[in-house]
């Protein structure tokens, strides 16, 4: 049996590094320990990771204007009409709500 192993070294349990138990792939590593596999991989979380940032500052968007349009309203009703205050309001928290939704359905494709 060969002696050949990954030459990344892991770290266990008790937090000490041992070498991986894979046979070499490419360039003395495993496939998963390859920098360019390790790098590509990398790239994929960072992705996600931007995409799931984008969706909840959208969401803090839509949150930020909704609050806008109920104090808006609110103050429509207790006698200070700000007409235009309170469209630019809702027509905010519209185009907000509409990225969000635009955001999110591109998961579903």
Partial sequence: MSDERCKKTVTTDTFRGRKCSRKPWKDGYCKQHHPETAAKK???YR???DE?????????DVSKWR???VEAAC???EGEPQVLLLKHA???YRAAQKA?????SGDSQ
């Fill in 42 to 44: 990398q790239e994929e």
């Fill in 47 to 49: 992705k996600r990771f």
């Fill in 52 to 60: 799931r940032m984008l969706k909840l500052r959208a969401a803090g």
């Fill in 67 to 69: 609050t806008a349009v």
């Fill in 75 to 77: 103050n429509f009703i």
């Fill in 90 to 92: 809702v027509n905010a």
């Fill in 100 to 104: 969000l939704d635009d955001l999110c």
